[in-house]
């Protein structure tokens, strides 16, 4: 089409849209004309937001819509430009509209109206678990709607009518295909849980070699639990260490096609970290975070403060934001989702307390595997595998938080952890009860117990190597039982500073005090309960150190040294 032509059919729309939306002496068109169309695009922005507050308010969509043209038309914007502006009209639609102030109310009337008013439930529509009933976000004709485990429809717009408040309205992915919905709607969905869990597994340990058989029976329970995390106060993360060239990129990339809302991302930025989340509760998947340091120190910021607290359901991370008029507002934006990284150097104790660690190593020359291709059979594969997940969240969520949620929710098989093991553990251990119910068996659970073990022992012996207070406890210990003490009285065993002194900087773990004076050392006792004293020796005052015997064996049994 020629640029004359173009611009013909331009005013034939312009007019045709005059002709059925524009009134003469249109006020919005007057107060349009009434700006110079020479100004500045800042000054333009500026004039023309209380305008598009206005319109979206009072007019509706195809009458704003006409509008946009004598805009576009008086400012000769371009088709970008136009595009903006029809973007904010549509997040004006969504805010309520203006309403008349409310008389005042008497205190007996605002009880009255408490006393009425049902509780509504703030629900976030890409996966929520509220009250027994599960939820998703499906598309529909490209249009979000919500599904729920009792078999509804609830498009956003009517959530609010079903007594449900939308944390977000932003949901712009989901993965449960049109026919799995439709299929789950209509109650005709078959699903084998053992068979979803042999699925997955076969799935993984096609394209990946694992150091360790039980490794991909977890993450074969961790990809099914991505689709229920918002059942479980806590869901663990998992941390891939490993040196280049073991496959933690390949793996990534597999479990990613088929975890719940799976995103890769690559040098992602602060917004993208801290939206995705809060808008679709992706499982969040990000390579070589010591690169991200590196090339983006604020991204890597926001991520740790995401990961600090991003394990726990109900969990938020605060932002300083500059909003739409200039002011700076301060907005949560919720944290708790699914999330694996990958890296080679070592993490912070306060990371390793929230993950599982999968190391990986090179495969060997006889270990072969599938090369990873996405053909047409291994996309459906992959479909189907998440339209499974689906299914089983929709129909046994309610199930598995009735469990979760008893008084014995605590499996036997994990009674060896305690506190925070305890809580990322559990959610994994009953989704494999779960399937060995289906099997008839014990096996899964089993290999996940014995898992379980070796992973807090790993723990303790990392947290040893990092944290300070564990070294001094097992410094004092081995102490304890290599030197005589100069006097034990009533449960106190003392010691001559200058003897333990001596006996940390002999220590590979304080072996840099040989720096350091012996007050460096005194503050660092005090954290373990060993006070300072003073005691004639060889009929000299000479300064020790005092060790409560029942304080020490506590303080060894809650650190588990």
Known sequence: MTRIAEDVVKAERSLNYRANYIQSNDPYETRIRAISPDISHIERATFLEQLLQDMAQELSELACDARVHIIQEHF???????QGIRQTLKRYRKQPKTAPPNPALSQDEIIERLERQSPNETISPAQDFQNGVMYFTVMIDRIPHMISSDRRVISFDDAEKDGLILQNSDVDTSRFSPQGVAAFL??????????????????????????NDRLPVYLALWVIGTYVFKVFDYFPYVWLNAEKGSGKTLLMKVLSRIAFNGEVLINPTEAVIFRDVANNSISMFIDEVEQLRKQDKEAHRALISLLNSGYERGSCVKR??????????????????????????????VLLDRTFCVRLWRKKADETVERYRETDALLSLQRQIRDDCYVLALQDAADLARVYQSTDATSQKLCHLDNRELDLWEPIMLLAEMIDTGLGSNDIADA????????????????VNQNDTYKMLAVVKEMLNNMTPLETKDGNLTFTSDSVFGYFQRSDEFGWLQDKSKGHLTRMLLKIEVRRGQQKVDGKNARTYIINLKTFEDLCVRFRI
């Open 76 to 82: 000769r914007l371009s088709e970008q430009d136009v």
């Open 320 to 349: 300083v934001e500059k909003s739409a008029k200039g002011s700076f507002v301060i907005r949560k934006y919720p944290a708790y989702s699914p999330k694996m990284f990958a890296g080679i150097n070592e993490i912070d104790d």
């Open 186 to 211: 209509k109650g005709s969905y078959k699903l084998s849980i053992p068979d979803l869990y042999s699925k997955i597994h076969s799935y993984i340990t096609r394209f990946i070699v694992f150091p």
């Open 448 to 463: 996940m117990k014995s898992l379980s073990a070796e992973s807090m022992a790993h723990k303790q012996e990392a947290s």
